[in-house]
C-alpha cells in the first residue's frame, strides 16, 4: 500500500466520528468492486470497537449519493422490522454511521465517496460451501432479507446501476466489447465468445416476464453470493445479509439463481482447473429447500418452476460480464493477474455446461421439495 493511500486514509477516518481512540485500520481483501478497511478504536473501558469503512468504487456506482439513501432506507426498515420480529437490530442489520458534517457518506477532495458501517462481532463469512447445511442456512437468510423487504416502498428505490441483471443487456454489452475489442485480447477468447453466442435465445427467459404476475418485481438483493452472509459465531447459523449496494427493484430469480452459481460450484469461482468445477446438486436441493422454507410463499408457480433455469441464466450472465471485462482491459472487476477475468469466465461458462446436462436432474429435485412443502 502507498504512502499516499495511507495518508489519505487517516484523512478519511477523521471525517468520521471518533469511536474512541483510534488505534488503527486494515484492509479487507474481499470483494470485486469496493476497498475495505476495519478500523479499530480502543474503549474507556479498554475494550475494541471495531468498524468497517468503505470507498464505494464510483466507476461502477455512479451515482453514489443515491446509492447511499437506498442503503440508509433498506437498512432503517429492516432494523425496525427486526426490532418488531425480537431480532437484535445492532446483528441482523448493518448500520450506517454518518460523517461528522451530518451526511450518511464522505465525498473525499480526490472524489472518492466513503462510509462507515457496524462492524459485525462474532461472526465469520464463508468463501466455499463444505457443508449442505450452512448453504441451507445462507438460503434461509437471503429468503428471509426478501421477505423482510416484501412491503418496502420500491418505488422509492434508485437503480443504482440501470440494467444491473438485464440479460438481454449483458448480451448487448459483451457483443459491443467484441466489436470494440479495446484490449486487443479478443483472439484469446474466441470459444469462450462462441459459447455466449450460441445462447442468446436464453437471455430474455426472465426479463420477458418481469413485472407481471409470473415475475413480479421485488425488492431484491442482486449481489446474493454465500460471502456475503455474515454467519452468527455461536450459532453457525446465518445473521446479517450484507453488501447492499444493489438492493434494488428486480426478480426473487436472480438472488437464487447468483447464489447457485457461486456456492453450488464444486470450485471457486476462479478456478483454472475446469475438471473441479461443477454443480452439486446436493447443494442445490440444499439451497431449492432452505430458499423455498424462507421465501416460497411469496414465490409464484412460475417462478418456483423456472429456478433451475435462474441458476443457469445467472451464471451465464456473469460469465459474459468477466468475459466482456476481459475484452475490455478489465475496467470493471479487481483482478489479481492480467488472465483472470477470462478465468473466470471459462468457470462460470463450464458451470452452465454442468448445469445443461443435469437440468432434468435439478427440475425433479425442485418437483420433489414443491410437492413436500405443497406449493
Ligand atoms: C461483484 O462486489 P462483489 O464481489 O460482492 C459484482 C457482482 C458479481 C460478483 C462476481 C456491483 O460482487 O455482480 O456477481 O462480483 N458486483 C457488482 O463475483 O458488479
Ligand atoms: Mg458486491
Known amino acids: ?207 420477458d416476464l418481469l413485472g407481471t404476475d409470473k415475475i413480479p418485481l421485488k425488492v431484491t438483493h442482486n449481489d446474493t453470493k454465500l460471502n456475503n452472509v455474515l454467519f452468527d459465531k455461536e450459532t453457525k447459523k446465518g445473521l446479517c445479509v450484507v453488501d447492499l449496494d444493489t438492493v434494488m427493484p428486480g426478480s426473487a430469480l436472480y438472488d437464487f439463481g447468483d447464489s447457485i452459481r457461486f456456492g453450488a460450484n464444486t470450485a471457486a469461482e476462479d478456478e483454472k482447473d475446469l475438471s473441479k468445477v461443477s454443480l452439486s446438486l446436493e447443494y442445490f436441493k440444499a439451497y431449492v429447500d432452505g430458499y423455498l422454507e424462507a421465501a416460497g410463499e411469496s414465490l409464484t408457480e412460475t417462478e418456483i418452476d423456472l429456478l433451475p433455469f435462474a441458476a443457469k441464466l445467472l451464471t451465464f450472465e456473469c460469465g459474459m460480464r468477466f468475459l466482456g471485462d476481459y475484452i475490455n482491459g478489465d475496467v470493471y472487476f479487481k483482478i489479481e493477474y492480467p488472465e483472470h477475468n477470462l478465468v473466470r469466465a471459462r468457470t462460470q461458462f463450464k458451470l452452465v455446461e454442468d448445469i445443461e446436462a443435469k437440468y432434468d436432474e435439478m427440475k425433479a429435485i425442485v418437483d420433489e421439495i414443491k410437492k413436500l412443502k405443497n406449493f
Not at 115 to 122: G, K, M, Q
Open 1 to 207: 500500500m502507498s504512502m499516499i493511500v495511507e495518508t489519505n486514509l487517516l484523512e478519511i477516518i477523521k471525517a468520521f466520528p471518533d469511536f474512541g481512540k483510534y488505534i488503527g485500520y486494515k484492509p479487507v481483501s474481499e470483494g470485486h468492486i469496493n476497498d475495505t478497511y476495519i478500523v479499530e478504536y480502543e474503549m474507556e473501558d479498554g475494550s475494541v470497537s471495531r468498524y468497517l469503512l468503505q470507498r464505494i468504487n464510483v466507476n461502477v456506482f455512479k451515482k453514489p449519493v443515491e446509492l447511499m439513501e437506498n442503503v440508509c432506507g433498506v437498512t432503517s426498515f429492516l432494523r425496525e422490522k427486526i426490532k418488531n420480529n425480537g431480532g437484535d437490530p445492532t446483528r441482523e442489520t448493518l448500520t450506517v454511521y454518518p460523517a461528522k458534517d451530518g451526511k450518511n457518506y464522505y465525498m473525499a477532495e480526490d472524489g472518492g465517496c466513503w462510509r462507515v458501517y457496524n462492524f459485525v462481532d462474532d461472526t465469520f463469512t464463508i468463501s466455499e460451501i463444505t457443508s449442505a447445511d450452512d448453504f441451507r442456512s445462507a438460503a434461509l437468510a437471503f429468503g428471509n432479507f426478501t421477505n423482510l423487504l416484501a412491503d418496502y416502498p420500491i418505488d422509492t428505490l434508485y437503480d443504482t446501476i440501470p440494467n444491473f441483471h438485464n440479460t438481454p443487456s449483458r448480451f448487448n454489452d459483451l457483443k459491443i466489447a467484441v466489436e470494440n475489442n479495446a484490449s486487443g485480447r479478443k483472439n484469446n477468447a474466441l470459444p469462450e465468445i462462441e459459447f455466449a453466442f450460441a445462447r442468446e435465445k436464453d437471455c430474455s427467459v426472465i426479463t
